[in-house]
């Protein structure tokens, strides 16, 4: 089993819905939780992130942390043509190195 | 404001052959990282350091070798490539006094070894 599982996508929807995307974790230590955002031929970004348990928002996005359920979203209101990307979510435990652990990211496309 | 910078963008090996993807960062950062991203698979850690002469193995770390001299550079050094080393390259950075451990990447090298 991986310790973090995303669904790769590609997901489609069209311009103004709410996206969700979604990652499971296997290792209870994780405390801090993080969603990078990478366009086409580009590094990562980080868009977000929470520690711990909790909902986070920031303009049009929102993560949440399910600790008990070792579950993390984010959702994307409003989306835009421009939120076209690969979202990775990404774990630590906040000790070792600060190391990080990614899923294997979702492919998102906005339809204008 | 550069941040993470590396060199090459584009590379293509002969099986065999050798090379160094350069990677430097002008933010004082002691924690460094090197990273590979494969279709579908995510960043796989291939090595890091936590500071100059410091460095340790990641997660897949065979057929490459890594070096720490000084704060800003953290070289990655493929040796006798081979096919399945065809991926894409990834450095990274963060400040190790930051508990949320946010790491801040270069643009990346793509590497293809025919």
């Known amino acids: 089993q991986k310790e973090v599982e995303q669904d790769p996508g590609p997901l489609s929807v069209p311009e103004g819905a709410i996206v969700s995307l979604n990652c499971t974790y296997s290792n209870s230590a994780f405390q801090y939780f993080m969603w990078y955002r990478q366009y086409s031929r580009k590094g990562p970004e980080l868009l977000m992130y929470t520690y711990s348990s909790g909902n986070k928002e920031d303009g049009r996005f929102t993560a949440q942390v399910d600790k008990s359920s070792k579950y993390i979203s984010l959702f994307i209101r409003d989306s835009q043509p421009s939120d076209s990307a690969t979202y990775l979510c990404a774990m630590s435990d906040g000790s070792s190195a600060s190391k990080i652990i990614f899923g294997s990211g979702t492919r998102l496309s906005i339809r204008p | 404001n550069a941040g993470v910078t590396q060199t090459p963008k584009f590379r293509i090996l002969k099986i065999g052959q050798s090379m160094t993807l350069q990677c430097t960062q002008d933010?004082?950062?002691?924690?460094m990282y090197w990273y590979r991203q494969d279709p579908g698979m995510g960043l796989k850690l291939i090595y890091y350091s936590v500071g100059a002469g410091i460095t340790d193995k990641g997660e897949v770390p065979n057929g490459y070798n890594v070096s720490r001299s000084t704060t800003e550079d953290f070289p990655l050094r493929l040796e006798l490539a081979a096919p399945s080393q065809t991926s894409v390259y990834f450095c990274?950075?963060?400040?190790?006094?930051?508990?949320?451990?946010?790491?801040?990447f270069g643009a990346g090298t793509r590497l293809s070894v025919l």
């Open positions: 933010m004082n950062h002691n924690y």
């Open positions: 990274a950075s963060t400040d190790s006094g930051r508990a949320e451990n946010i790491q801040y």
